[in-house]
């Protein structure tokens, strides 16, 4: 009769290893991450090659185990107690895999130099393998120390990440400078095409460029878009000067009075923001982020603060109060509007899905809807 007696050596014998090994593990860890101690003569992988090592001799033993588990004839609280522990032991494996997982992409992070966009990459992956860590359930009270340890270095590589983002971020885009009056400037410092979409993938990657292109975007539409208006459009409100091939800078005068006695020109307003906006998109439209250009990507942030600002500063300005759609007036505005729209749209700036004047009108702007 086949009984459960040689199913429990083999399952503490299963348990000892994995024991000694993460107690193995968490020493080398502590060495290699939290004490800096020199591993002469040793390949960075030696902790991930023990582990699976490892996940492998689990895995064999298991199936012996379940094998011989099947055969036993014993039935009751202490077939159940075995398949209790042959579960923790599943569970273990698992934690194993992603601590393992966790060390080759640190490995990774020290041997080589990849492009920021790939370091990224490895970033998300190491955050994301490390929450799998943490929610592995703490069967041998080792788990905290391996877990306390890499979560130490994947938050340390993280924040070198950012630095270098940051860093490539302030000296690529530079705008809203204090210390300049009347004037609103914005810079574009961009060596290559590949360096600054290495670079903004990067900030993609890790859910920081969203957040960067907002607050340009607010800059673009607030002070420098704003100031154009205010200019009346005048062409001599914005200047664009382009230093070198890879650096661009436009400024915005801004007016100290805006001149209320004169009438507002639309055309020359849109015609003046379209200077400034495919000014912008040209700069852009190369730097490919996640198969689509920063252009396209700032433009998603402009495109309805924009129309706001144009539907109650400049359209609803320009049209008559009591003006109905076959109005001559109404009608030549908004087709100049949508004409505008249209250029921004083969600028790289919007895409179709962008709303026309008056489908965006409709549902956004009531004052201007009520005036009609």
């Known amino acids: 009769m086949s009984d459960l007696h ?75 107690t075995v398949r209790m522990r042959i579960e923790a032991i599943r569970e273990a494996r698992g934690f194993v895999e992603a601590v393992e997982d966790v060390e080759r992409h640190l490995a990774k992070a020290y041997f080589v130099e990849p492009p920021i966009s790939t370091m990224a990459q490895n970033v998300r992956h190491l955050t994301q393998s490390l929450d799998s860590v943490s929610k592995c359930a703490e069967k041998y009270g080792i788990e905290k120390r391996i877990g306390d340890s890499l979560g130490a270095e994947v938050r340390r590589q993280y924040e070198y990440l950012c630095y270098q983002l940051t860093k490539y971020y302030k000296e ?36 920081s460029l969203d957040v960067r292109l907002v607050r340009l975007a607010e800059y673009i539409v607030d002070k420098m878009c704003a100031a154009v208006i205010k200019n009346g459009g005048a062409p ?64 998603k942030h402009i495109e309805k603060p924009l ?17 109905h759609n076959d109005d001559p007036t109404m009608q030549a505005v908004m087709e100049a509007a949508e004409a505008w729209r249209d250029a921004l749209i083969e600028a790289q700036l919007f895409t179709v899905a962008t709303p026309t004047f008056a489908s965006f009108a409709a549902e956004n702007d009531r004052v201007f809807i009520d005036r009609r």
């Open 172 to 207: 690529a885009i530079q705008f809203g400078d204090p210390d300049v009056k009347n004037t609103h400037i914005l810079t574009f410092n961009m060596p290559t095409v590949t360096t600054a979409s290495q670079h903004f993938t990067a900030m993609a990657d890790i859910k």
């Open 236 to 299: 001599a409100a914005v200047k664009i000067y382009r230093d070198t091939m890879d650096k661009l800078t436009i400024k915005v005068r801004v007016p100290a009075k805006t001149d209320k006695s004169e009438p507002l020109d639309a055309k020359a307003v849109l015609s003046a923001l379209t200077i400034l906006l495919r000014a912008i998109a040209e700069q852009l439209n190369l730097v490919v982020v996640q198969q689509r250009s920063l252009s396209l990507c700032l433009g």
């Open 307 to 323: 129309m706001q600002l144009l539907l109650k500063e400049v359209i609803s300005v320009c049209v008559p109060a009591l003006a």
């Open 6 to 80: 040689g199913v429990e050596q083999r399952v503490l014998n299963v348990e000892n290893v994995i024991k000694h090994v993460l107690t193995q593990t968490a020493n080398g860890l502590d060495d290699r991450y939290e004490k800096y101690i020199p591993l002469l003569n040793r390949q960075r992988l030696d902790l991930a090659e023990g582990l699976q090592a490892l996940d492998k001799e689990i895995s064999r033993k298991l199936e012996d185990i379940a094998i011989r588990v099947t055969a036993a004839e014993e039935t009751g609280a202490k077939l159940e």
